[in-house]
Structure formats: C-alpha cells, structure tokens
C-alpha cells in the first residue's frame, strides 16, 4: 500500500514579514529550519522511495533538512517548476495588510482564495492546478503504481490544488482549506491509487 506525503516548506523570510510572497525565491527563517527538523522527526519511520520538490529553495532546504532527519540524505530529488508556489503577479513582495487597506480586505480575500480569480499580473489557483495536477499523474503516480512511498515538499497553493485532485474538494470549498507550513499531511492508497486514508502528522 503506497503513502504519499506532503510537506509545505517551513515558514520563510516573507512569511513572517506578512508579504505576497509568489515566485520569488525567499530563504526560510530560523522557525522555518525548526519547522522542517519538526517534519523529519514525524517522517523519520516512513521508508521513501523518491523526493519531489520545486525549484525555490525555500522547499529545497526544508526537504534538505527534512532528509537529513530522516537518515536518508542520498534519496533521489526531482526538482520541477510545475511544483512552484502560484505566482502573484502585481501583488509579489507586497504587504497583505497594506494591501488590504488599498484594495479593500473583500477583493483581497477574493485574489487570495478564490479559485478561478487571478491577482493583477497573476496566477488563479485553477492556473496552478492545471501545471501542478498534469505533472502529479505523469511523474508522481507512476511511481506511486509501482508501490514507491514519495514525499512532496512544495508550495501552500500547489499543494493546495494537488489536495483538490487527491480529496476530491470542490472548488468552493478549497477556499476555506489552508496548509499550515511544515506539518506534514500523509496519504494511504490501494493498489489502484484509490485514497484510503488522510491525516496530518
């Protein structure tokens, strides 16, 4: 029975800093490396087979601390930029609050979590999901078929739409779902790929 986690990478520099944070490449904070020790210790007994992640390094060095809490330093690491966080356009290494002040708390709720409403410049989360989910089935579940357990260190909003994909969460309801940053969420499937189990480490 094959397990899939994911991870979101731990708390970054524009995390704490309350920004728009998208695309650009960000270095975690001291909590952010905590949170990802944090995740290795609860991922320490899962045998991996292979690691995906993206291509900012925010989610590599969490993976990279990740596996170095696991013992398992030397597993194989796809690293792909359909995996990126969503970009926000306009809104990029802006302050929320402040731009909730400018634009109205309403329309900032709406670029933030709605699912087909892009930010000025932007990506919607339908536009992530339509990069991360095709990548998801070509590269991921053919391993997943083969009974490989893999680990996914990514992105808020692409691991948001993957969970769309992997939970069968409609497109309202994803509005009111968030990733809290290192807590791994672990995955069980049959032989089929049919989800037999979820829950957060």
């Known amino acids: ?47 991996f087979s292979r690691c995906f992640t993206s291509v900012l390094k925010r989610a590599i060095e969490t993976l990279e601390i990740i596996l170095e809490e696991t013992h398992r330093p030397q597993l194989p690491v796809t690293r792909d930029k359909a995996l990126n966080e969503r970009n926000y356009g306009q809104l990029q290494g802006l302050n929320k609050a402040e731009t909730a002040k400018k634009y109205g708390d309403e329309q900032v709720v709406i670029w933030r979590r709605s699912y087909d409403v892009r930010p000025p410049g932007g990506e919607s989360l339908e536009d992530t999901a339509h ?71």
């Open 1 to 47: 029975m094959p397990l899939l986690s994911i991870v979101r990478h731990g708390q970054s520099a524009w995390n704490l800093e309350n920004r728009f944070t998208g695309e650009v490449d960000v270095d975690l904070t001291p909590l952010g490396r905590e949170e990802a020790r944090s995740a290795g210790k609860k991922l320490a007994h899962i045998p």
């Open 131 to 201: 990069r991360v989910i095709p990548y998801y089935v070509r590269a991921i579940e053919p391993c997943l078929k083969k009974g490989e357990n893999i680990l996914i260190v990514a992105h808020g909003n692409s691991l948001r739409a993957l969970m769309m994909h992997l939970e069968h969460i409609s497109e309202d309801k994803i509005s009111a779902v968030d990733l809290p940053t290192g807590v791994p969420r672990l995955y069980t499937f049959d032989a089929q790929l049919n989800l037999q189990t979820v829950a957060y480490l």
